[in-house]
């Protein structure tokens, strides 16, 4: 029996990190002559869910909000658009992913509203060796209170905020890997860029099999 219940959803998009491996600011960086990570990823959940916000720097297209406890990571993120969601759930994006396509944003927030009942949290999975992919995930409004216990506890890793028992997973295999390719150090920058153009502009689908990233 699947739960029924589906509470509102809002994008979010993380934008707050300071790239420090990258050595500039991955959130402004572009391919070609395409719009920068920032605008490109708000657009892309745009295409999803009816609202979206950025947490962690202002946004002059949309609304933007400031971390509620700024060098806390991912987790002070997300603590903070689950509080302002206000009973929401969030799909949450990091703004590092030039190969995320729509359909699998697609895929993860449907397998979130089918989810079965004690799962709060719905999040992409590695088949090959069971990596998680807990900055492209939904997190449900009752996670609010275990990532604000982690906040005071200083416990910053975002997949260890929900118990494994409330998480529902969706593996994916090599073919598509090539969504989850983030850019964290100069040399995925570099990846990305001969990546592009060596598929000879954006416009196409992205490779099938991509190194994920660390």
């Given at each position: 029996e699947q739960n029924s219940f589906a509470p509102r959803l809002i994008g979010v998009l993380l934008a707050g990190g300071k790239s420090s491996r990258l050595g500039q600011d991955k959130a402004l960086l572009r391919f070609g002559s395409g719009a920068d990570m920032l605008t490109r990823t708000v657009e892309l959940?745009?295409?999803?869910?009816?609202?979206?916000?950025?947490?962690?720097?202002?946004?002059?297209?949309?609304?933007?909000?400031?971390?509620?406890?700024?060098?806390?990571g991912p987790v002070?993120?997300?603590?903070?658009?689950?509080?302002?969601?206000?009973?929401?759930?969030?799909l949450v994006l990091s703004c590092d992913l030039p190969f995320m396509p729509r359909d699998v944003l697609v895929r993860l927030v449907a397998a979130y509203r089918g989810?079965?009942?004690?799962?709060?949290?719905?999040?992409?999975?590695?088949?090959?060796d069971g990596r998680e992919e807990s900055l492209v995930a939904v997190y449900g409004p009752e996670t609010l209170s275990a990532f604000r216990r982690c906040m005071d506890e200083g416990l910053l890793k975002v997949g260890r905020v929900v118990p494994e028992a409330e998480k529902f997973h969706l593996d994916y295999d090599e073919t598509d890997a090539a969504a989850?390719?983030?850019?964290?150090?100069?040399?995925d920058l570099e990846?990305?860029?001969?990546?592009?153009?060596?598929?000879?502009?954006?416009?196409?689908?992205?490779?099938?099999?991509?190194?994920?990233?660390?």
């Open positions: 959940l745009g295409g999803v869910v009816d609202s979206v916000v950025v947490v962690g720097r202002p946004y002059p297209n949309g609304i933007g909000i400031t971390d509620l406890a700024p060098g806390l002070g993120g997300i603590a903070t658009a689950l509080t302002y969601a206000t009973g929401a759930a969030c989810r079965p009942p004690g799962k709060t949290v719905c999040l992409y999975r590695r088949a090959s989850f390719f983030n850019i964290n150090r100069p040399d990846e990305a860029r001969r990546i592009i153009t060596a598929r000879n502009g954006e416009g196409g689908p992205p490779p099938p099999a991509l190194p994920t990233g660390e």
